[in-house]
């Protein structure tokens, strides 16, 4: 198991715009999927977005349109871009990275996300 490491989330207002940053500790990136998920308080942990190993993503309907996931591959950082955020959009955020859709893979720490209206 590869610990990956999260930025520190942050307070933003609505509208406002945030990125997020997930890198492996002493590692690289060698799943073939990347990920983040939120979790808001009383919620299930919830897909945000996704990355696939052919460059391919996908994203929640809730968020497509504002938010972009991309790997940065020469410093081997997940990003999670975030723009015209929602008060919807609070959460705590996860990165992870797994070989498959039925593996739970590797998790970052978790990220506090605060839009305010």
């Known amino acids: 198991q590869v610990q990956l490491e999260e930025s520190v989330g942050d307070l933003v207002r609505a509208v406002g715009s945030l990125r997020l940053s997930c890198a492996p500790s002493?590692?690289?990136?060698?799943?073939?999927?990347l990920a983040w998920f939120r979790q808001s308080p009383g919620k299930q942990r919830d897909l945000v977005a996704l990355?696939?190993?052919?460059?391919?993503?996908d994203y929640a309907d809730s968020v497509k349109g504002r938010i972009s996931i991309s790997l940065d591959v020469t410093m081997n950082i997940l990003y999670l871009q975030m723009n015209s955020m929602k008060p919807e959009d609070t959460a705590v955020y996860y990165c992870?990275?797994?070989?498959?859709?039925?593996?739970?893979?590797?998790w970052g720490q978790g990220t506090q996300v605060t839009v305010s209206s």
């Open positions: 992870n990275s797994r070989i498959s859709l039925f593996d739970s893979g590797d």
């Open positions: 990355l696939a190993s052919n460059g391919g993503t």
């Open positions: 002493g590692s690289t990136f060698s799943c073939n999927i």
